[in-house]
C-alpha cells in the first residue's frame, strides 16, 4: 500500500470521528446573541436536570465574563428535542468558569438527548450590553458542549460530551466586515 492511499484512509477516519455541530451562536446583529438549534445528531445519551444544562465548554476568553451571572433570554423556546421548552431558557456564567451555560429550558423534571437521534430544537435571543457583546465577540468560535454541566468544573465528573458548537459567523469575520465597511467610508471621501 502507498503512503498516499494510507494517509488518505486516515484523513477519511479522522473526519468520520467528528461530533455534529448542534447549536449555532449567532453574533451578526450588535449587542445580542441568538443560539440555535441545528438538526445535528448527539454523539451520546444523556440526562439532566434542566436546571443544570449543558455547558458550551471554553466559549469565553476570560473567566466569569459574558453575562455576568444570570441572564433570561429576551425570547426564545430553545430546548431538547426530547423536552418540550418552557419559553424561558437562561444563560449563566460561573465567576471562574470559561463556559457558557443555558438551563432553565424545560419544565421537564429531566432533559435528555438521544445518541444519534436530534439533540436540540428551536432557538433564543439574549440582549447583552456592550461589555457583554464584546466578551462574546472575543471568545472562541467553536468549542464542545457538555450535557448535565453549569461550569467548567463539571467536566469529568458526570458530564458527557454531546457535539459542538459553532460560531456564525466567526467574530473574525465580523470584524473584518466592519473594517471593510471603514475602509468603504473612507473611499467615498
Known amino acids: 500500500m502507498n503512503k498516499f492511499a494510507i494517509l488518505s484512509g486516515l484523513a477519511l477516519a479522522a473526519t468520520g470521528a467528528s461530533a455534529d455541530i448542534l447549536l449555532e451562536i449567532d453574533l451578526s446583529t450588535a449587542n445580542q446573541v441568538t443560539i440555535s438549534a441545528t438538526d445535528g445528531l448527539a454523539s451520546a445519551s444523556a440526562s439532566a436536570s434542566p436546571f443544570t444544562g449543558f455547558l458550551l465548554a471554553d466559549f469565553f476568553a476570560t473567566p466569569g465574563s459574558g453575562f455576568g451571572g444570570v441572564l433570561g433570554a429576551d425570547s426564545g423556546d430553545l430546548s431538547t428535542f426530547n423536552n418540550p421548552s418552557d419559553n424561558s431558557p437562561s444563560g449563566f456564567v460561573g465567576s471562574a ?93
Open 97 to 189: 468558569s470559561v463556559g457558557l451555560n443555558i438551563w432553565s429550558f424545560s419544565s421537564d423534571a429531566t432533559a435528555t438527548v438521544d445518541a444519534g437521534a436530534q439533540a436540540f430544537s428551536g432557538s433564543a435571543t439574549w440582549t447583552l450590553d456592550a461589555l457583554q457583546y464584546a466578551d462574546f465577540l472575543g471568545g472562541a468560535t467553536s468549542g464542545d458542549i457538555y450535557f448535565g454541566a453549569d461550569t467548567d468544573d463539571d467536566i469529568g465528573t458526570g458530564a458527557v460530551l454531546i457535539g459542538t458548537y459553532n460560531v456564525v459567523p466567526a467574530p473574525s469575520a465580523l470584524a473584518l466586515i466592519g473594517l471593510g465597511g471603514l475602509v468603504s467610508t473612507r473611499r467615498r471621501r
